[in-house]
């Protein structure tokens, strides 16, 4: 069922007097005993109507219609409170109203959704304000998956509500479900003010993911070059390894993804371990992977070796074997044989008879 569209029809008169802030006409309808908790086709009563389009006088008149304390509570098919939709729109007045009623600012959604998200996800501050005073919880999670408020004021890049949200004690170390803090969704997505926030007010740069996933390393995947200088000025560490079998890096991400100026600043600062360690993989491979020319002169030119160790992790002897598999694939789909082993050497020779 579509909860986003409301069906005129199944609007109250009630209802729709609520929604079109029509206090003449409600006063007719309350005096006459109509009910101010029928529902439309979304779940919506007269008192959500009124929260959402901001009709302050008729929301006072359905509150003191219904004495019921559990009125201001009720919630939509959606599992909305006329508090949730107030907060999305930045009606403070509403809000103010519905607190002093008894609503409950750390009321939740179906999809656990708080008033006090919907006020960062929609850049209402004053009504942020509100809500911490009148006892939103800044913390835990205020959404599904654990995405609580200062993830999504660090994703939306919102400066002062993020100020605001460390002011009044938000958990700058905050989790969700994957592990990821808001100073790490700051990197994922470029994000350098947020991120510039969050590290002066101490968060850890060296945070891992359940993956684990650094924010140097999802910065340098992502191409965010301003953000991984200011990780590594921030004491980001380039050899924290960023995958289960402990050989993945920033640098690898960078070679990859063909990210050459942030190459520029990792190579210097990363182990070399990764070039000639057993059961570590050069990054000259990822370069490869990748078909970054660039990446892999660099990477060259700095010493790392074009007869790196065997990369037993995906089945390779050499980073040339690796250049020469996907060079063979390309011949393939032009007509060489599948049945060609194109492992190590074999695919020189095949290469070389189908040329000729």
């Given at each position: 069922?579509?909860?986003?569209?409301?069906?005129?029809?199944?609007?109250?008169?009630?209802?729709?007097?609520?929604?079109?802030?029509?206090?003449?006409?409600?006063?007719?309808?309350?005096?006459?005993?109509?009910?101010?908790?029928?529902?439309?086709?979304?779940?919506?009563?007269?008192?959500?109507?009124?929260?959402?389009?901001?009709?302050?006088?008729?929301?006072?008149?359905?509150?003191?219609?219904?004495?019921?304390?559990?009125?201001?509570?009720?919630?939509?098919?959606?599992?909305?409170?006329?508090?949730?939709?107030?907060?999305?729109?930045?009606?403070?007045?509403?809000?103010?109203?519905?607190?002093?009623?008894?609503?409950?600012?750390?009321?939740?959604?179906?999809?656990?959704?708080?008033?006090?998200?919907?006020?960062?996800?929609?850049?209402?501050?004053?009504?942020?304000?509100?809500?911490?005073?009148?006892?939103?919880?800044?913390?835990?999670?205020?959404?599904?998956?654990?995405?609580?408020?200062?993830?999504?004021?660090?994703?939306?890049?919102?400066?002062?509500?993020?100020?605001?949200?460390?002011?009044?004690?938000?958990?700058?170390?905050?989790?969700?479900?994957?592990?990821?803090?808001?100073?790490?969704?700051?990197?994922q997505y470029g994000k350098i003010e947020s991120l510039s926030i969050l590290i002066s007010s101490g968060a850890n740069v060296n945070c891992q993911a359940l993956d684990k996933a650094t924010p140097l390393f999802i910065a340098a995947q992502e191409g965010h070059t301003k953000c991984v200088e200011l990780l590594l000025s921030s004491g980001a560490d380039p050899d924290l390894y960023c995958n289960e079998d402990?050989?993945?890096?920033?640098?690898?991400?960078?070679?990859?993804?063909?990210?050459?100026?942030?190459?520029?600043?990792?190579?210097?600062?990363?182990?070399?371990?990764?070039?000639?360690?057993?059961?570590?993989?050069?990054?000259?491979?990822?370069?490869?992977?990748?078909?970054?020319?660039?990446?892999?002169?660099?990477?060259?030119?700095?010493?790392?070796?074009?007869?790196?160790?065997?990369?037993?992790?995906?089945?390779?002897?050499?980073?040339?074997?690796?250049?020469?598999?996907?060079?063979?694939?390309?011949?393939?789909?032009?007509?060489?044989?599948?049945?060609?082993?194109?492992?190590?050497?074999?695919?020189?020779?095949?290469?070389?008879?189908?040329?000729?």
């Open positions: 069922m579509d909860f986003t569209e409301a069906y005129a029809d199944t609007c109250s008169t009630v209802g729709l007097a609520a929604r079109e802030g029509n206090v003449k006409v409600l006063r007719k309808l309350l005096r006459k005993g109509r009910s101010v908790d029928v529902a439309d086709n979304r779940g919506w009563m007269p008192i959500h109507e009124a929260a959402y389009h901001n009709s302050v006088e008729c929301l006072q008149m359905l509150i003191n219609a219904d004495s019921s304390e559990n009125y201001i509570k009720m919630k939509t098919f959606e599992g909305f409170c006329a508090l949730h939709l107030a907060a999305s729109q930045g009606h403070w007045k509403i809000v103010q109203i519905l607190l002093e009623a008894g609503a409950d600012p750390n009321a939740t959604t179906l999809e656990e959704t708080t008033p006090l998200f919907l006020a960062v996800e929609n850049g209402q501050i004053d009504v942020l304000r509100l809500l911490l005073r009148h006892g939103a919880n800044v913390n835990g999670s205020h959404s599904m998956c654990g995405w609580n408020s200062l993830h999504q004021a660090s994703f939306q890049e919102n400066t002062e509500i993020i100020k605001l949200l460390l002011k009044k004690g938000a958990n700058k170390e905050c989790q969700d479900d994957f592990g990821i803090t808001p100073l790490f969704v700051a990197a402990n050989w993945q890096l920033p640098v690898h991400a960078a070679s990859q993804m063909g990210h050459s100026k942030i190459l520029d600043l990792l190579v210097p600062l990363t182990s070399r371990v990764c070039d000639t360690g057993l059961n570590k993989v050069s990054p000259v491979y990822s370069a490869v992977f990748g078909g970054h020319e660039e990446c892999l002169e660099i990477l060259l030119r700095n010493g790392y070796s074009p007869d790196a160790q065997a990369c037993l992790i995906f089945g390779f002897s050499s980073p040339m074997c690796m250049a020469f598999q996907k060079e063979l694939k390309q011949f393939t789909r032009l007509g060489l044989p599948k049945c060609w082993d194109y492992r190590c050497e074999p695919p020189c020779l095949a290469v070389w008879r189908f040329l000729m």
